[in-house]
């Protein structure tokens, strides 16, 4: 039986990451309406965190990585069991540090941002591989394990398509990200996702 506390604690969670991804992705788009210079085809989004827009984009970006931290804290007790999904929640932390951290240092910070903006793409496509492997174990997840890897695999094509610009893929893994976050964590606001047995 799962106590009351642990419940809590797991709609928090969920709640996190539903509304992580939505408060970053809104903020980009305003941004990007308060950016009349912003092409898709040869911006890079982290162009915003550097322009008339940067504390809009650079705030979203920094609430939205401490919102998906708080939704890996809830995957861990869920996951808790599993080696293999333990690590991949470990991953999702990192990759949630360092999106916070692209908006700590834009642009402006020269290679750091670069680096941490690379950690974030590559971290968010393993965790999604290993979260979804993980849940993939269990009858009643199967179909969310097999949406976890998918979304990972969207988000490492994206870049294999060229552009002038990196925004496009940027924008595409950041997407497939937030989809698979929000359906994760709409089943765990449903109480479908409560314990290590998942």
């Not at 039986?1 to 980009?28: D, E, Q, W």
């Not at 916070?100 to 591989?129: D, K, M, N, W």
């Not at 009858?139 to 988000?155: D, E, K, M, N, T």
């Amino acid at each position: 039986m799962v106590s009351p506390k642990r419940t809590v604690l797991l709609k928090i969670a969920g709640l996190c990451g539903v509304i992580g991804p939505i408060i970053s992705l809104s903020f980009i788009a305003l941004a990007i309406t308060y950016s009349p210079w912003f092409d898709w085809f040869k911006n890079a989004l982290s162009d915003l965190g550097v322009g008339e827009a940067a504390l809009i984009f650079n705030s979203g970006l920094i609430i939205g990585g401490v919102l998906t931290t708080i939704l890996a804290i809830g995957l861990m007790r869920i996951l808790k069991k599993h080696v293999l999904g333990l690590v991949g929640v470990f991953i999702l932390v990192l990759s949630s540090i360092s999106l916070c951290a692209i908006g700590v240092f834009p642009e402006s910070a020269g290679r750091t941002h670069f680096y941490v903006s690379f950690a974030f793409f590559s971290l968010l496509v393993i965790s999604l591989f290993l979260i979804g492997a993980t849940l993939t174990q269990k009858a009643p997840q199967r179909y969310l394990g097999v949406f976890s890897i998918l979304a990972g695999v969207v988000a490492a094509t994206a870049w294999a398509v060229p552009h002038e610009g990196v925004a496009i893929p940027k924008i595409i893994a950041s997407l497939a990200g937030s989809a698979w976050s929000i359906v994760l964590c709409i089943r765990i606001l449903q109480g479908r996702i409560k314990h290590s047995g998942y």
